[in-house]
T-cell receptor
């Protein structure tokens, strides 16, 4: 069973920021938080990951709550190409379980 | 550099047949993982190979098997196909195996879409 909870779908307007939430209340101290996205007809693509501190890269930012029971993926300026299913995943050792993810729709 | 390559991209089989799918990882990557993606179950982990050894295995029946060659290329085989095996089979590669790669990145191929009639 997936250890994360995400909304089924979200909508955003182009060029606006998007905040994708993820709840992981049973996270353990050694679980990393990973985000992947899957564009239509493609395999999943790595977005970002973190353990305790907030993280930034060229694609997105990851904000991790102080108690680590939730996190938020932030796309600063959504584009049409960001329309995808976004997966929040906890990893510990060999276990990397994808949940249902959040389907992000970006409107022009 | 070239990404993860999966072949064939599409195939159709009938119940009872067997199928072999191939995955060529990114050059230098030694770990290959396989996932099954269906609309109902989402992405489910099948198994992971590193240096020709199966490191981890998901909760799938023995009809699903795999192997990895010395050049890190991997194949997965499904025997006695059932209708429920219709899915997108995804391969992912990484430099190291997941037990020591918690902070690492998986690189996925585009998948092999299997339809069982």
């Amino acid at each position: 069973d997936a250890k994360t909870t995400q909304p089924n779908s979200m909508e955003s307007n182009e060029e606006e920021p998007v905040h994708l939430p993820c709840n992981h209340s049973t996270i353990s101290g050694t679980d990393y938080i990973h985000w992947y996205r899957q564009l239509p007809s493609q395999g999943p693509e790595y977005v970002i990951h973190g353990l305790t501190s907030n993280v930034n890269n060229r694609m997105a930012s990851l904000a991790i709550a102080e108690d680590r029971k939730s996190s938020t993926l932030i796309l600063h300026h959504a584009t049409l190409r960001d329309a995808a299913v976004y997966y929040c995943i906890l990893t510990e050792n060999n276990d990397m379980r994808f949940g249902a993810g959040t389907r992000l729709t970006v409107k022009p | 550099k070239a990404g993860v390559t999966q072949t064939p991209r599409y195939l159709i089989k009938t119940r009872g047949q067997q199928v072999t799918l191939s995955c060529s990882p990114i050059s230098g990557h030694r770990s290959v993982s396989w996932y099954q993606q269906t609309p109902g179950q989402g992405l489910q982990f099948l198994f992971e190979y590193f240096s020709e050894t199966q490191r981890n295995k998901g909760n799938f029946p023995g009809r699903f098997s795999g192997r990895q060659f010395s050049n890190s290329r991997s194949e997965m085989n499904v025997s006695t196909l059932e209708l429920g095996d219709s899915a997108l089979y995804l391969c992912a590669s990484s430099l190291l195996y997941r037990e020591i790669l918690n902070a690492g990145e998986l690189f996925f191929g585009e998948g092999s879409r299997l339809t069982v009639l």
